[in-house]
């Protein structure tokens, strides 16, 4: 899926995921989703966001953020002393 909606800048915000550049970022969005916060209330919090916005954040963070329990590459890493 192409995410048009996100935006990364390694100079703006540290180059976290962000929606379209408004310095909003992607795991805010999806925070709130987390706190049960409806639709209607985000958008009231940040009237700079559109609906699109909110269901891109959390398709983005679907795909990019792997399921807890899956190996990552910092700890499937076998170089290390052990």
């Known amino acids: 899926m192409r995410y048009t909606r996100i935006t990364v800048n390694s100079a703006q915000m540290?180059?976290?995921?962000c929606i379209r550049g408004l310095r909003i970022p992607v795991a805010t969005i999806v925070g709130m989703v987390a706190e049960n916060m409806s639709q209607q209330e985000i958008l009231r919090a940040y009237p700079d966001l559109e609906p699109d916005d909110i269901r891109q954040a959390l398709n983005y963070a679907a795909e990019y953020d792997p399921p807890a329990g899956t190996a990552t590459p910092a700890s499937t890493d076998q170089s290390g002393p052990f």
């Open 14 to 17: 540290g180059g976290i995921p």
